[in-house]
């Protein structure tokens, strides 16, 4: 932060030079964040994949049966 005041005071805002500077700057602090990140292993993603698409299926079984269900009941009282 310290850098971006002191470019501030030195360059008129808007010029070209300071935006490329700001850009880059950007992508640098970018680059230090993502390589703090603690990614997952390939097992761990499988197994959360797996996770989801199992629920994903109970859930889109449940409402199926549910919908059947209450398609029927509309059907018994609306003739």
Request: overall charge positive; aromatic content about 6%; charged content about 30%.
């Amino acid at each position: 932060m310290t850098k971006k005041k002191k470019k501030e005071a030195v360059e008129p805002q808007g010029t070209m030079q300071s935006k490329v500077q700001d850009t880059k700057e950007y992508l640098e602090e970018v680059r230090g964040e993502l390589k703090k990140v603690t990614w997952p292993t390939r097992k761990e993603t499988l197994s959360t994949a797996l996770a989801v698409v199992a629920l994903v299926i109970i859930v889109s079984i449940y409402l199926g049966v549910a919908d059947f269900i209450f398609s029927r009941l509309v059907a018994l009282i609306l003739p």
